[in-house]
């Protein structure tokens, strides 16, 4: 049996609607051998915001200036809030990114062209990156599940976090707009595993 350590503090960080592109989907959207340009690292060090934008749509609704996350991925997702999916009428399921199977459809258009995704569209489930060296100190185990505590005005416990373990990760609560206007946090808080 292992044990997690207690009131392990935590930075909290709300990750806005943005969309992963694989390498084919890149150059249907913006051209052949298109490269994203990066105009911001984020959080996580394999991770960087790009100056590129997308717009995501289904039959009657359409959300603008989606930003794209970088590196290329194998598969591109679209991570939204459920707030944004009412908005397009959609109804994704709740997964963690790189879930995808029975995820929702989705039309992607850019300036060279559009892409419809059978499959692709997620509510991102909230989650913490850990580092494998900072996991064995923590006592936390890759795919476990942990709750949340956020002070502050709006207090709130998220329960049913995941937890997701990787050499070059580094420790950091995500949770959508939804989840961060919740609990009172614009772009980056502070939350405390129980």
């Known amino acids: 049996m ?3 350590k207690k009131n392990i503090k935590i930075p909290v960080e709300v990750s806005a609607r943005h969309c992963h592109l694989s390498k084919q989907d890149l150059e249907k959207l913006f051209g052949a051998g298109y490269e994203l ?14 100056e590129e934008t997308i717009s995501i749509k289904t039959d009657s609704h359409i959300l603008e200036n989606v930003r794209i996350v970088g590196p290329i991925r194998e598969k591109t997702q679209v991570e939204i809030s459920l707030t944004d999916a009412k908005k397009l009428g959609a109804n994704p399921p709740v997964r963690l990114s790189g879930d995808l199977e029975s995820s929702g459809a989705i039309t992607l258009a ?3 062209g559009e892409v419809a995704l059978e499959k692709g569209l997620i509510i991102a489930k909230r989650h913490i990156h850990c580092a494998t060296s900072e996991a064995k100190n923590l006592g936390l185990k890759n795919n ?8 502050g005005e709006r207090p709130v416990i998220f329960e049913n976090v995941a937890v997701r373990i990787k050499d070059n990760y580094k420790l950091c609560m995500h949770i959508d707009t ?3 206007n919740a609990c009172g946090i614009n ?5 405390v595993i129980l």
């Open 2 to 4: 292992w044990k997690i």
């Open 37 to 50: 340009k990066n105009i911001k690292q984020l959080s996580q060090p394999s991770d960087f915001a790009c």
């Open 144 to 151: 476990s599940v942990v709750s949340v505590k956020i002070e």
């Open 178 to 180: 939804d989840e961060g």
């Open 187 to 191: 772009k980056i808080g502070q939350g």
């Open 110 to 112: 850019g300036p060279a």
